[in-house]
């Protein structure tokens, strides 16, 4: 389990290094899998929801609030980056926090409460999951929905086993302006079913959004609702 200090502490560091280099490749479209579905598959799980309110965790640049507000979404962000929190400001008039993931599992209603549907996009990237999530069944209203997209565990492996364990991403496909190296924690499907399972929630779908033209997995999606006898 990470502690300050070490990969999940420089986890969250390069979201500040990086915000700047980050929020350009988001707003000018330059990440491949996100122009070929990965962008249009969470608004549409979560829009299938018909949610009222939305909490968007690990919002970043707030790109996906914006996406919900302009269609009529409530859309609350937050984000361990104060940087990102502020890009997320300038653009747009949604409810920014901006509180690292500690923070909510402290004390889950600093961000009220309630939500018809919770999100992360491609934002839970540490190894210890269980505490944020949770910590979001405690802000879900009754039949709230929890919404993952994370990188593919087939695609993402790389040349590297079968099994949970800490990655390096260095955004060299996008040049030099990536000023830090992300550590993030790769993990399986059966990993990631159980880290679900034990903060909660119980998976209700999973969805598998594929390139249009050569058919791979572009991420993987779990929806995931209260489990039965919790509260
Ligand atoms: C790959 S970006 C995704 C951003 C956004 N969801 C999107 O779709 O563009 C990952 C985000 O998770 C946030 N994040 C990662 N670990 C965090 C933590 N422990 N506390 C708060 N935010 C965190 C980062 O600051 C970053 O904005």
Known sequence: VSRPGDRGERLRESWTAN????TDVVREGRIESRRAGTDAAVLD??????????????????????????????????????????????AGREEYHHLPYERIEEAPERVGGG????????SLLDEALVPLLSALRALAAVDGTLVIQTAHPWTARGDAPYEDGW??????????AFARPMPWYYRTLESWVAAVAAAGWSVDAIREPRHPE??????????????????
Do not use: H, K, Y
């Not at 915000?19 to 980050?22: N, P, V």
């Not at 937050?78 to 929190?85: C, T, W």
């Not at 050569?214 to 509260?231: D, H």
């Open 115 to 122: 939500f018809d549907a919770m999100v992360c996009n491609f």
């Open 214 to 231: 050569t058919g791979m997995p572009l991420s993987l999606i779990l929806v995931a609702r209260p489990a039965a006898g919790e509260s």
């Open 45 to 90: 799980a979560v829009l299938a929801l018909r949610p009222d309110r939305v909490l968007d965790v690990g919002c970043g640049e707030g790109w996906l609030c914006r996406a919900l507000a302009d269609r009529g979404v409530r859309a609350v962000g937050l984000d361990g980056s104060a940087e990102l929190v502020g890009r997320a400001r300038e």
């Open 19 to 22: 915000a700047d280099a980050w």
């Open 167 to 176: 990655r390096t991403e260095t955004f060299e496909s996008f040049g030099n």
